[in-house]
């Protein structure tokens, strides 16, 4: 019953079918990942994607959280002996979290008030009476009340205590809430000023912009709002939200003052003081959360983009491979890497100052490439990248050269990468199991390496808040954002397929239905019993039962296996229609793939079962026709204009090269070469309003820019996309 409520509820929120809505919910409580629901479900979900499917499971939590929450406030008021029929009926109605938190709030148990003070000393029958204000002389009635209670209190003190209990009534009731509320999602200002006492620092200096600011809070973006409370939190500045203060008063007391009487006036003074003692705090506290959670959001949906354009970037492939951790007075660190990224040979090389030993690394570089076949070459982009990316190519244009003939030099291409999260997967402890007798210079060095060849398989190794490619990454809700870049990775991991052979553990623990206990063990199985030939040997792997095979088969990959389908995103659920196919055409599977004819004579519609539908078949085709295809785009060599290597180079008006390094919700960071990046603030990307710059520019996308504007005091670049 409670599941089907559940799904019309998520159908409603989402404008998706109720039916595909339960198919899913159905499949997530059956153990289901989002990706295994997404390709070899759709009969089931009526074909939704990843994204539909990870609302639906999200809205899920957040439904099952609710009810949670319902069942212990329905535990609550029936243990004060205070539940009615009407009660229950209305707390098992509500699916909002904050009116079921405002239906709770009269009965939950709170610290001593004063209100509940005023409740001790007999006082609410006198403030009922005075809240009706029927009586004219609320001093008599006082008094009245104070001798049938036999109090020592004074009128004044009576009708004190009475007005805190008015106050507490009105700030715990529904309707002023909700009014309060909506007065501040209308035309609340959030507003910013510094703490005086550290306006002079020079780490306030950061938070300038926010000294003295005021804006309406449905307008505050997410990145403003996250700075402001950043600065905040360091103590720099003081935030407020606040609607207009008088407006809300009026507001609430045309609500419970009934006249100029001296019970209204009563009324009127108890309003006033439960808004700023009690109702606004709490409200303002609200809309704190909620804009922050808000900004959350968005920042941690920013982050996970660029995450999965950054894990999706373009590998080289399996090549041999040199990589350059560059650097001035360390030297560069430069590593061999065979085709399988295993670690051939280390050296460091001194070509830039202080040491200048150009003409020795030239011959170092020239002898590794000679000796190591090396195909392709990956520098990082960090400091001294421009400087090594200059001195490799002209050591492969043969300036250095002095003995060999062009003939017998290999000249490998030359590709300059992110080394974001380099330093932390070199001092990990995934670094040091695979190079336990290595120093980070080598492992970081490695990396840069690896990322050139397959960046997804590279980067899955190290915490994706390293990687830097957000905004307040360490601002935002550490769980959410760890959530939704562990199903970022997941995500992309399984669209392009894990090579069951060669994968390292991490990799694999992002599979469908593995984990790390799963990658571990066929890790394991793989070394005791050598490559996998074909999927259904995982059968064989310890612990990996019937359903976890269900959910990974599909994703594994066995390049050389006996059947071609184990190379494919076919699952082994649907070989034997394959097969059938095959047969139905009088050839084998290996000829149904290679023959384009016997492919198209296939009718798809007489394959089609209870559980097989169309969407299935169709995967099956499209498979079938570029078995375990890649979805990555090919990679592109990139080089930044030899005229300009300073910021100082720079001229306003100039058009440069430049690479997309990071987006954020305000703009692109764009790397000119200059050893720091430029901004394409959002308002200089395109001659029309766009909605946000990944509209526009994606990450590691290579684009011209015109640099606008620079300022050497605040180090900082201005570039613009517009007109060209």
């Known amino acids: 019953m409670e599941k089907n409520i559940f799904a019309q509820l998520i159908a409603q929120q989402l404008g998706i079918k109720e039916s595909q809505v339960a198919g899913t919910l159905m499949l997530l409580d059956e153990g289901c990942t989002i990706p295994f629901i997404a390709r070899y479900r759709k009969e089931r979900t009526g074909a939704l994607d990843e994204v539909q499917i990870t609302a639906i499971s999200d809205r899920y939590e957040k439904l099952q959280e609710i009810q949670k929450r319902k069942d212990t406030v329905i535990k609550t008021i029936t243990d004060l002996g205070k539940l009615t029929p009407d009660l229950e009926q209305r707390i098992s109605a509500c699916w909002d979290a904050t009116e079921l938190e405002d239906i709770y709030l009269p009965y939950k148990p709170k610290r001593r008030t004063r209100a509940q003070v005023a409740r001790e000393q007999g006082l609410e029958p006198l403030a009922k009476l005075i809240m009706l204000q029927r009586e004219r002389d609320p001093e008599r009635a ?12 004074s009128v004044e003190e009576a009708l ?3 007005q805190d209990i008015i106050a ?14 909506n007065l501040f999602s209308r035309q609340a200002f959030i507003i910013s000023k510094v703490v005086k006492a550290k306006a002079d620092s020079d780490e306030a200096s950061k938070y300038s912009d926010y000294f003295d600011w005021e804006e309406p809070l449905k307008r505050c973006s997410s990145h403003r709002l996250l700075a402001m409370r950043r600065g905040e939190s360091e103590g720099f500045l003081r935030i407020s939200i606040t609607p207009d203060d008088d407006e809300a008063i009026e507001r609430l007391k045309r609500h419970y003052v009934y006249g100029n009487t001296p019970c209204g006036r009563l009324v009127s003074e108890a309003v006033e003081d439960g808004y700023k003692r009690l109702l606004k705090p709490a409200i303002e506290t609200e809309f704190a959360a909620l804009s922050k959670e808000k900004a959350d959001e968005e920042a941690i949906r920013v982050f996970a983009e660029n995450l999965r354009q950054l894990l999706l970037g373009a590998p080289l492939g399996q090549k041999r491979v040199m990589g350059i951790d560059p650097g001035f007075r360390t030297g560069c660190k430069v590593v061999c890497l065979d085709a399988q990224g295993n670690l051939l040979h280390h050296e460091a090389i001194f070509p830039h100052p202080p040491i200048n030993k150009r003409m020795e690394s030239a011959m170092s570089i020239q002898k590794l490439i000679q000796k190591y076949q090396i195909e392709a070459i990956s520098i990082g982009n960090g400091t001294a990248s421009r400087e090594t990316d200059t001195f490799v190519k002209d050591v492969l244009a043969g300036r250095y050269d002095i003995n060999a003939s062009k ?6 291409q030359v590709f300059v990468v992110s080394e974001d999260g380099a330093s932390v997967y070199s001092a990990s402890k995934i670094a040091r199991d695979e190079f336990p007798d290595e120093d980070v210079t080598v492992r970081g060095a490695v990396s840069i390496g690896r ?3 397959d960046p997804l398989a590279e980067l899955v190794k190290i915490d994706p ?28 991991v399984n669209l392009v397929g894990v090579n069951l052979n060669t994968a390292s553990q991490h990799l694999l623990m992002y599979v469908s239905g593995l984990g790390p206990t799963l990658a571990k063990n066929i890790i394991d199985y793989r070394r005791e019993n050598g490559a996998f030939t074909s999927r259904a040997q995982l059968k064989k792997v310890p612990r990996l039962g019937p359903s976890a095979f269900q959910q990974c088969a599909g994703f594994l990959r066995i390049p050389d296996a006996k059947n071609p389908l184990d190379n494919s995103a076919v699952h082994p659920e649907s070989y034997a229609i394959v097969e059938q196919m095959a047969k139905d055409q009088g050839c084998a599977v290996v000829d149904l793939i290679k023959n384009k004819e016997k492919r198209e004579a296939i009718d798809i519609k007489q394959y089609v079962t209870y559980e097989v539908g169309i969407p299935t078949l169709t995967d099956i085709m499209h498979e079938l026709e570029k078995p375990g295809r890649d979805p990555r785009e090919q990679i592109e060599a990139f080089e930044f204009d030899k005229n300009v290597s300073t910021v100082d180079d720079l001229v306003e008006g100039m058009i440069l090269p430049g690479i997309v390094t990071n987006i954020t919700n305000f703009g692109a960071f764009v790397d000119i070469g200059v050893h720091q990046d430029g901004l394409i603030h959002i308002s200089q990307m395109a001659n029309r309003r766009i909605a946000h710059p990944t509209d526009v520019v994606k990450l590691h996308q290579h684009l011209k820019v015109r640099v606008i504007e620079v300022d050497l005091r605040r180090n900082r670049i201005s570039l613009s996309l517009k007109g060209l």
Do not use: N
Request: aromatic share 2%; with cysteine; hydrophobic share 25%.
């Open 160 to 162: 004190k205590g009475a």
């Open 407 to 412: 003939q017998e030099r290999i000249t490998p």
């Open 465 to 492: 808040k390293s990687i830097g490619v957000g905004q307040y990454q360490h601002d935002v809700d550490q769980t959410k954002l760890k959530h939704s870049l562990d199903q970022t990775v997941e995500s992309c």
């Open 451 to 453: 990322r050139l060849m």
């Open 168 to 181: 507490e009534t009105i700030s715990e009731d529904e309707r002023s809430r909700q009014q309060l509320r």
């Open 142 to 153: 006082a008094l009245s009340q104070l001798s049938t209670l036999h109090s020592q209190l």
